[in-house]
C-alpha cells in the first residue's frame, strides 16, 4: 500500500484534478488523502465568520459562492449537464446548520470545525466521482468514521489505536484497491466533527500510512521537492534531495511550510519514508525522508510571523522556579503554540503562534500576578545548520528583539 497526499493547491482547478488522474491512473493498493479545493478552507471560514455575526443571509449568500466555485470545476470537468447528487446534498447539509443552529460563543471552535470539514467532503466527493468513471475504480471513505480523535476542537490528535480498527473496517469488503478520504478532518468521542489543524492534511495521510503500514507516503506539491528556504523570503533557496526525520520536525516545528509538524512521529515510528514530489512531473525524484541519513548539508532558512508575550512577575517571584508551570498551562490551555522562550529573574519572553484566545490568555496570567504585554508585527527567523557568513548577515540586525545560539541553530524574534 501507498499513500498519496494532494493538497488544496494541486486541486483548485480542473486541470489539477485531471493531472490527478494521471498521477494515479495504473496505480493500486493505494490510498489518496485530498485537501480542499484551492481556498474553501478561507471561503468557509468566512461562513463561520458570518455565522459569529449571526448574520445568516450573508453565510448563506457565500455558501452559494463557495457552491458555485464547486460546480464550475464540475462542470470544466463532466460537463454542465451532470450532476453529483452527494454535492448538492453536502451543500444543503451546511445551509442546514446555517438555518438551524442557535450558535453560542463557547461553541465557536465546535462550529468551526463543523463547517470547514466540509470543504474536504466536496473535493473527495468531486474526485472519487471523477476517478470512478475514468477508469480508477476506487471507495469514497468518510474520515469522520475512520479517524477516532481526542475531544478537542481545531488542533485535535488522533487515538492511532482505535483509528486502527475503525478505517480497516471502513476499508474491509471492498473489490477495489483504491481508496479516497479526506485529509485534515477527523470524529470525537461524542460524534461531532474534529480537524487536525491547519494544513493538518499531512498529518492525515501519515497516520493512514502508519496504520496500514505503507511502503512510502508521497506529498505532491508545486515545488520541486524540499526546499531550505522559502523562495519568495531566500532567493537563493536550493532543493535537498534528502533529509532525516530529525531535520524535518525541526524545519516543520520552526514554521516550514512544506510539512505539517505532527506528520513524521507515525511515519518514523515504522520508518516509511516520505517522499515530496513536484505535481507537475510525476517522474521527477524530487525529495526524500528517511531516518538513514545523517544531517542536511544546506543550511536551512525558515521564517514566519509572531506574537511576542512579554511577562514581568509583579511581586518580583522568580518565573523559572516558582511560575513557570502555571504560565505553560495556562497557555496551553487556550492552545497557543510556543515557538521561542527567553528568561531572566523576573521576566519570561514567549514567542507564539497568533491565536484567537491569546488575549483571555493574557486576562489569566494578569489575575496570576503578571504584568503581560503584547508585541505583534513580528517575525521569527530559524537558521539551522547556520555558516558564519550568515551569522554575520542576520544576527547584528538591529530590529532583533530576542536571539538564541546554539551550535546548530540561529534563531531569533525581530520587527518585520
Known amino acids: 500500500m501507498k499513500v498519496y497526499k494532494f493538497g488544496g493547491a494541486s486541486v483548485k482547478d480542473a486541470a489539477g484534478v485531471k493531472n490527478l488522474l494521471d498521477i494515479v491512473t495504473g496505480e493500486s493498493d493505494l490510498f489518496i488523502i485530498v485537501s480542499a479545493m484551492g481556498k474553501t478552507t478561507n471561503a468557509l471560514e468566512g461562513v463561520f465568520a458570518a455565522m459569529q455575526q449571526g448574520d445568516e443571509k450573508l453565510a448563506l449568500e457565500r455558501i452559494d459562492q463557495c457552491y458555485g466555485y464547486h460546480r464550475g470545476i464540475i462542470d470544466d470537468l463532466m460537463g454542465a449537464d451532470i450532476t453529483i447528487k452527494q454535492v448538492d446534498i453536502l451543500f444543503q447539509q451546511l445551509r442546514n446548520i446555517v438555518r438551524n443552529t442557535i450558535y453560542r460563543s463557547s461553541d465557536a471552535e465546535l462550529w468551526y470545525d463543523t463547517i470547514v470539514a466540509f470543504g474536504e467532503l466536496v473535493s473527495t466527493t468531486i474526485i472519487s466521482n471523477y476517478l470512478n468513471g475514468h477508469g480508477v475504480e476506487n471507495k469514497w471513505i468518510d474520515m469522520r468514521r475512520a479517524f477516532l480523535t481526542e475531544q478537542r476542537h481545531k488542533d485535535a490528535n488522533v487515538n492511532i489505536e482505535a483509528t486502527t480498527v475503525r478505517l480497516k473496517r471502513e476499508m474491509e469488503n471492498c473489490e477495489c484497491s483504491v481508496f479516497v478520504g479526506q485529509g485534515f478532518i477527523g470524529g470525537a468521542p461524542d460524534g461531532t466533527t474534529t480537524t487536525l489543524g491547519r494544513e493538518g492534511s499531512d498529518y492525515s495521510a501519515a497516520i493512514v500510512a502508519h496504520v496500514l503500514g ?152 494578569r489575575a496570576e500576578g503578571f504584568d503581560v504585554e503584547k508585541i505583534e508585527e513580528l517575525e521569527m527567523v530559524t537558521i539551522r545548520y547556520y555558516t558564519e557568513e550568515l551569522y554575520q548577515q542576520y544576527a547584528m540586525d538591529k530590529r532583533i528583539i530576542i536571539k538564541q545560539t546554539t551550535p546548530h541553530s540561529l534563531r531569533f524574534v525581530r520587527t518585520k
Do not use: C
Not at 506539491?221 to 520536525?249: E, M, S
Open 214 to 365: 505503507a511502503e512510502s507516503m508521497s506529498v505532491w506539491k508545486d515545488v520541486d521537492g524540499i526546499l531550505n528556504a522559502d523562495p519568495k523570503v531566500f532567493p537563493d533557496a536550493r532543493k535537498i534531495d534528502h533529509l532525516n526525520y530529525t531535520d524535518t520536525i525541526e524545519m516543520a516545528y520552526s514554521g516550514a511550510q512544506i510539512i505539517h509538524p505532527k506528520t513524521i512521529k507515525p511515519l518514523e515510528a515504522k520508518n516509511i519514508p516520505l517522499y515530496v514530489r513536484p505535481f507537475g512531473n510525476k517522474h521527477a525524484a524530487g525529495s526524500v525522508i528517511t531516518g538513514d541519513v545523517e544531517r542536511a548539508y544546506e543550511p536551512i532558512m525558515i521564517q514566519k510571523s509572531q506574537v511576542l508575550l512579554n511577562l514581568h512577575s509583579r511581586d518580583l517571584s522568580f518565573v523559572l522556579e516558582e511560575k513557570f508551570a502555571k504560565v505553560f498551562t495556562t497557555l496551553d490551555s487556550h492552545r497557543i503554540r510556543i515557538n521561542l522562550v527567553h528568561n531572566s529573574a523576573v521576566n519570561l519572553y514567549i514567542a507564539v503562534d497568533a491565536s484567537w484566545h491569546i488575549d483571555d490568555a493574557m486576562s489569566e496570567l
